[in-house]
């Protein structure tokens, strides 16, 4: 047992007794850990009003065994996720970075690189200067850049299956579990092929190699590709982690805002 510190981002919180909780976080240096907070809605606990959903904190726990929940012993806020006070689409869209930090990652592996990805992502998700109608631009971002930082990007540019370069076409077939776009004679061998236009697999190359951030487009090209680029990473983001996703279905229920 020994005692570690370094910083997290909550990403679920559930009731263990009257006052204590378990918390799943994303740390900068241990990746997910699960840990126990003992007393952490008591007055005056050593948490200070650090453990929400999204929030940003330094924390000190002690690593216990493999087969034991590690304990916090100190967290202290830097930084409170606020989107809940501008929009509901914008805190649904927080959660969903919550959910897939949960699903995409395994168990104390560090990733700095995503975890810089998830503060950035979380700031400018409830920052006044982002746009509403970015928001989901920023969604495709965040979900193409973390596959990218967790190895797993799509093949945009060589056959997922055989790695023959495909090439420059309106349309080009992209494999669900293949993993990326498919040469001619690799797509009647796939299952699960959608057809990409080549505006979309533009914008996920865009994403996947481009720094974070939001590519600057005109307003028609954004709104005649976010229908289709959803689309396929709603549905690519699902087989990647197995199952479908919660909050992708919450945030398309209500629209722009
Ligand atoms: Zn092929």
Redo the contacts with the bound molecule.
């Keep these: 047992m020994s005692s570690e510190k370094t910083e997290a981002i909550i990403l679920r919180v559930v009731p263990f007794s009257e006052s204590s909780v378990v918390l799943t976080m994303l740390t900068r240096d241990f990746g997910k850990i699960s840990a126990l907070a003992k007393g952490a809605y008591r007055p005056k606990s050593a948490f200070e009003g650090a453990i929400d959903l999204g929030c940003h904190c330094r924390v000190v726990f002690i690593k216990k065994s493999s087969d034991a929940l590690d304990l916090l012993t100190e967290a202290k806020l830097e930084r409170r996720f606020r989107a809940a006070n501008k929009s509901l689409q914008r805190l649904y869209v927080g959660y969903y970075i919550l959910e897939l930090l949960r699903e995409l990652t395994e168990s104390d592996e560090p990733h700095p690189d995503l975890f810089e990805l998830a503060l950035w992502t979380l700031r400018k998700i409830d920052s006044a200067d982002l746009n509403p109608g970015d928001l989901l631009d920023l969604v495709a971002t965040f979900e193409l850049q973390a596959l990218k930082h967790l190895g797993h990007a799509p093949s945009m540019d060589v056959?997922a299956?055989?790695g023959?370069t495909v090439g420059e076409m309106p349309s080009v077939p992209f494999g669900m579990i293949s993993g990326g776009v498919?040469?001619l004679?690799?797509r009647p061998i796939s299952r699960q092929v959608v057809m990409l236009s080549k505006q979309t697999r533009d914008a996920m190359r865009q994403r996947i190699n481009g720094p974070p951030g939001l590519p600057a487009v005109n307003q028609t090209q954004k709104s005649q590709r976010n229908g289709e680029l959803r689309g396929v990473l709603r549905r690519y983001m699902s087989h990647h982690v197995g199952h479908e996703l919660k909050m992708p279905r919450l945030i398309d229920g209500i629209g722009g805002g």
């Design positions: 056959c299956t055989c023959k498919l040469c004679a690799c």
